[in-house]
């Protein structure tokens, strides 16, 4: 479990996450918002966003990578859980050259001295 801001969240996670934080713009057919990633991984992310989103839901997303003009978009996520303006999504569909980018990204994030270079 780990707590942010007051709350505490429950995590299951199938990779490693690096906490590192971007932006993000979000957007499930009805509504667009931006929001914050907390902490990255291969396969999904920790958004904080005060749109009105549920568990079950399918976003697109685009995340906007820290100290870059690269931007990594998933064309397909689901929302995993929901808690507060909180939620969790794994990544379905992202194409090979934004997996590409993600992975790179993740990997510099959790080796502080590839950060520095």
């Given amino acids: 479990m780990a ?8 995590e299951a996670r199938s990779s490693a996450r690096v906490a590192l934080q971007c932006s993000i713009i979000v957007a499930n057919g009805v ?6 990633v907390l902490n990255p991984s291969k396969h999904g992310c ?13 976003l697109q997303l685009r995340l906007f990578l820290p100290d870059s003009d690269q931007s990594v978009c998933a064309s397909l996520a689901v929302v995993r859980w ?4 909180l939620f969790g999504v794994e990544f379905l569909t992202i194409d090979e050259k934004y997996r590409s980018r993600l992975n790179q990204f993740v990997a510099m994030g959790s080796d502080p001295w590839k950060l520095a270079v």
Avoid at 3 to 10: A, I, Q, Y
Avoid at 31 to 36: D, L
């Fill in 3 to 10: 707590t942010l801001d007051g709350v505490t969240v429950k």
């Fill in 31 to 36: 509504q667009t918002g931006e929001g914050r």
């Fill in 46 to 58: 920790l958004v904080e966003s005060p749109l009105h989103i549920k568990a079950g839901d399918h």
């Fill in 82 to 85: 929901v808690q507060a303006t």
